[in-house]
């Protein structure tokens, strides 16, 4: 049968590991094909600089990507430069020049991804996207066909290794967040400009991109509700602790009443579930059902050899739809159309809560929070307190029970309002239902 040819557009981690594993495991993509996924262009700005793994007589070397998507021997174009601007000329390029396309860009396909699925249809070729969440989980196809008789009701992630790692260095070893920080970033876990991930707009994109499949729903990513991981501190993991919790930045979509709540924070999670145990640079992703009930995935969220897995994966099988001729056979976002969709206000949500402050100490600080709370109708669960020496920044929590997240951010605004506040309250839910 004829071979099916590939051309590559950026040669950074993604691109670069894609590369070794086409070229390391040929024999056996071969052996599964049934005919051999060649590499016949690879474009980037050092591409010329560089020692490939490929065959220079057989394969066209280039720093301009139009020369890789215009190349009438390739049959596939694999995006893997990511962003948004570039990003779009070289994939929309390569479906005008009605070539199928594999990317790693969770930002744009999270942005404008049925967009462009709808201009793939049009050119009667394939658009696949498997590497642009969680590495080297397969959880795109599993929400797409693995449990496609399913209904999905709830998804809960953790979709960020930067941040994962980050929080469960300060839980085992209690350093504070920016010393976690600059250690990852010296591991090169984390960029230099880091806010991408601990401000969870890369955890965004991706459960943006996540509940599209799981619900046939298109969630623009600025429209769920998100909240970074900077203010978590080592005396939040100790009052979790005293909670039989840990704390995650969990990314979470739900199916409630009609409409769906999506949101991005940190939340405290029971230890005894499944995905607190999830800890370093991995990811997970728990899917609940109405009707196969529980499924989990968990596995590196990145890497240049785990995400080059599920790179190769998709150009596999995008090669075997234009040889067996079955393009279009399953939608990527797993509907026969994904119509637009806001979440519900995340203010409308009802939630138990963690709420802890840092006070200059003196009498009647619980009694001047607990009327605010009262205002609000919000109801006291517990108040914690751990022996601390500094009373210019005395630590403590109040739980809470379950109350409307709108009317809780309310009393948080009245309550940093005090003059005794060391700084702004901060609130974490309670994730008991996990």
């Avoid at 402050?357 to 205002?375: N, Y």
Wanted: glycine share 10%.
């Amino acid at each position: 049968m004829q071979d099916v040819n590939v051309g590559i557009v950026g040669l950074g981690n993604v691109g670069s590991g894609t590369l070794t594993i086409l070229r390391e495991n040929a024999e056996q993509i071969a052996a599964k094909l049934g005919f051999r996924l060649n590499v016949a262009a690879v474009c980037s700005r050092t591409a010329k600089s560089k020692t490939l793994p490929v065959d220079a007589s057989q394969t066209l070397v280039t720093d301009n990507w139009r020369d890789v998507v215009a190349h009438p021997g390739v049959d596939i174009v694999a995006e893997l430069i990511g962003g948004t601007a570039v990003a779009r000329e070289v994939v929309e390029g390569a479906i005008a020049h009605g070539k199928s396309v594999v990317t790693a860009n969770k930002e744009l396909i999270a942005l404008d991804g049925v967009n462009i699925w709808s201009q793939a249809v049009a050119q009667g070729v394939e658009l696949a996207m498997e590497a642009s969440v969680c590495g080297g989980i397969p959880i795109h196809a599993a929400l797409r066909e693995g449990i496609c008789g399913d209904r999905v009701e709830a998804l809960f992630g953790i979709l960020n290794g930067t941040c994962n790692y980050i929080l469960t260095e300060i839980e085992k070893h209690g350093t504070p967040f920016e010393s976690v920080l600059a250690e990852a970033q010296r591991l090169g876990y984390a960029e230099a400009n880091p806010s991408a991930d601990v401000d969870g707009f890369d955890a965004r994109s991706k459960l943006a991109l996540l509940a599209s499949i799981a619900f046939g729903k298109r969630f623009g990513p600025a429209s769920i509700a998100t909240e970074g991981i900077r203010r978590v501190s080592p005396i939040d993991f100790r009052y979790a602790h005293q909670l039989g919790c840990t704390i995650r930045l969990l990314c979470s979509a739900r199916q409630e009443d009609g409409g769906y709540f999506l949101s991005v924070r940190p939340a405290l999670i029971p230890v005894k579930t499944i995905i607190a145990s999830v800890q370093g640079a991995y990811n997970a992703v728990w899917s609940k059902g109405a009707f196969g009930a529980d499924t989990f995935y968990y596995g590196r969220g990145a890497g240049s050899l785990p995400t080059g897995v599920a790179v190769v994966s998709d150009l596999m099988q995008v090669a075997r739809d234009l040889r067996f001729g079955s393009l279009q056979r399953v939608s990527p976002f797993g509907f026969s159309s994904v119509a637009g969709a806001r979440p519900r206000d995340i203010g409308e949500q009802r939630r138990e809560w963690f709420l802890r402050f840092r006070v200059k100490d003196q009498p009647g600080i619980i009694a001047a929070l607990s009327a605010i709370l009262a205002e609000y109708h919000i109801g006291i669960d517990a108040v914690l307190q751990l022996p601390d020496e500094d009373w210019r920044s005395l630590p403590f929590v109040i739980t809470l029970e379950t109350t409307v997240e709108s009317n809780l951010r309310a009393a948080m605004a009245r309550m940093a309002q005090f003059e005794f506040m060391a700084e702004p309250p901060f609130a974490m839910p309670l994730e008991k239902g996990l």
